[in-house]
């Protein structure tokens, strides 16, 4: 019997909170943020105070990379504040935290913030594509059976990746890589750094094994054998790795442990598209947002069906949808119509994917009973580190407690509202709750959580699941 997936949550989500030092009129500095106890791959970050910054959520993940960022209250596109201290937002992911330049919405002088952390693929992920030659004006190579024929490559650097050459197609038509188009036909030589192959292609157990190093240029893979058969294979600093699980190919950067994927890809505006998101489980939750357009933050669920959705970004009810094409994800891809939720022609999009883990993470929803002596009980199976609600038959906003800004602990009744670019809210009674070692409990009755009769959904997180994988109840603290 399995009691718990994870036994230290912390290792996938942590939460950290901090104070700006760079005066804003100037905009020039840096500051190390250390205590995650990880890389983050996706980090959120929030003023809890509002000084000059406008208080906006600011987004940045490792696989739209360092600088570049999104307005969870906003539908704006993402930006680009660069990397540099003059400005910069978060400029660098490092191993226990992150480094911010001197952007006011994330480091202003005096005023105080929260990180909210999570892990994705991490610095070192392992992938293996299956190999095989196909007849497309010559034979060309073709990657888990994707429809289209020497595609681009999305390699990440720190990466292992396995292209299994076992399928008989490939006999003769050896894998290898060069930093030249076409490799030794296109005048250039085999690249060997980090490369071990096996066996002979077509054949059982043969296969080309690539371990990217650091600042690597960009390779080229190519038949030893003919030419024109390959294609480039971009060996990035951001995060993330091709995925052909989907109609659309994508890259996603994937903690199957924890039930993570942040992925991207382009849209195509073709209804029934599908998009691989490499959880190898059925998604809960599935966030969306146009990148390179002003499009709304869309969250689908499964407490719905999935046939539903709500905006991050605003206050506004829950609404019919058919933004997945009215059809439930599997365990390696989501479905998606032809709009501009996830799937509008030549918008790139970010997704960010979860996985329900016990004793790591519920998403749910409940009914609220509007008594703040007495509130609505919520099991979750962990004590909460981070606790997303929204009413979906109101027009209340996101709010979100965790247990990092309230050091007092129960009641919990410091919020903050994701839909809003407002400073945090705190010792307000009537959003008061109590973080227990197995759930929620509400201790105030504020129709933004627990008015009589409204329905909620939730998104939480834990910081110690209530039992062990032994089965043994840790102490609530």
Not at 72 to 82: A, L, P, T, V
Request: some cysteine; proline content about 3%; aromatic content about 12%.
């Amino acid at each position: 019997m399995s009691y718990t997936d994870i036994d230290n949550p912390l290792e996938h989500f942590n939460t950290v909170t901090y104070t700006g030092n760079v005066d804003h009129s100037s905009a020039n500095g840096s500051q190390n943020i250390t205590g995650v106890g990880f890389e983050p791959d996706w980090v959120w970050i929030k003023p809890k105070t509002l000084g000059y910054a406008a208080g906006s959520h600011n987004l940045t993940d490792s696989v739209r990379g360092e600088g570049v960022g999104l307005f969870m209250d906003s539908n704006s596109g993402e930006y680009d504040y660069g990397t540099s201290a003059n400005g910069g937002s978060v400029t660098a992911f490092g191993s226990d935290g992150f480094t911010l330049g001197g952007a006011s919405q994330v480091n202003e002088d005096s005023n105080t913030y929260v990180a909210w952390n999570w892990l994705a693929g991490g610095t070192a992920p392992t992938k293996t594509y299956t190999v095989k030659v196909v007849s497309d004006s010559g034979n060309k190579y073709r990657f888990d059976d994707f429809g289209t024929s020497a595609v681009t490559l999305d390699l990440q650097e720190g990466g292992t990746y396995t292209f299994d050459q076992s399928d008989s197609s490939n006999s003769g038509h050896p894998l290898r890589f060069s930093t030249t188009s076409d490799g030794t036909h296109g005048g250039g030589s085999e690249y060997t750094t980090g490369v071990t192959t096996t066996g002979t292609p077509g054949s059982a157990g043969a296969k080309t094994v690539i371990t990217l190093g650091t600042g690597v240029a960009t390779l080229y893979y190519y038949c030893t054998q003919h030419s024109g058969m390959g294609g480039q294979a971009n060996t990035n600093s951001t995060h993330g790795s091709s995925n052909f699980s989907g109609s659309i190919q994508s890259t996603a950067s994937v903690n199957t442990t924890a039930g993570f994927s942040i992925v991207t890809w382009t849209g195509n505006g073709t209804a029934g598209q599908t998009i691989g998101h490499g959880l190898g489980a059925v998604p809960n939750i599935i966030i969306t947002k146009g990148r390179s357009s002003a499009l709304n933050w869309f969250l689908f669920d499964s407490m719905s069906s999935y046939l539903k959705r709500l905006k991050l970004n605003t206050n506004d009810t829950q609404a019919n949808t058919d933004g997945l094409n009215d059809t439930a994800p599997t365990s390696s891809v989501f479905t998606v119509s032809g709009g501009g939720e996830a799937n509008t022609s030549g918008v790139t999009y970010i997704g960010y994917l979860f996985a329900e883990k016990k004793g790591y993470s519920k998403f749910g929803s409940y009914t609220g009973n509007g008594s703040s002596s007495d509130g609505t009980f919520i099991y979750l199976g962990f004590k909460p580190a981070w606790f997303l609600v929204k009413r979906t038959d109101g027009s209340d906003h996101w709010t979100l407690w965790d247990n990092k800004r309230e050091t007092t602990m129960n009641p919990n009744d410091n919020v903050l509202y994701p839909s809003t670019t407002g400073a945090e809210s705190s010792s307000d009674t009537s959003y008061a709750c109590d973080f227990l070692s197995n759930g929620i409990k509400w201790r105030g009755a504020s129709t933004g959580m627990n008015t009589s009769g409204g329905t909620y959904i939730y998104i939480a997180f834990a910081e110690s699941p209530f039992v062990n994988s032994n089965g043994v109840p840790n102490n609530a603290r």
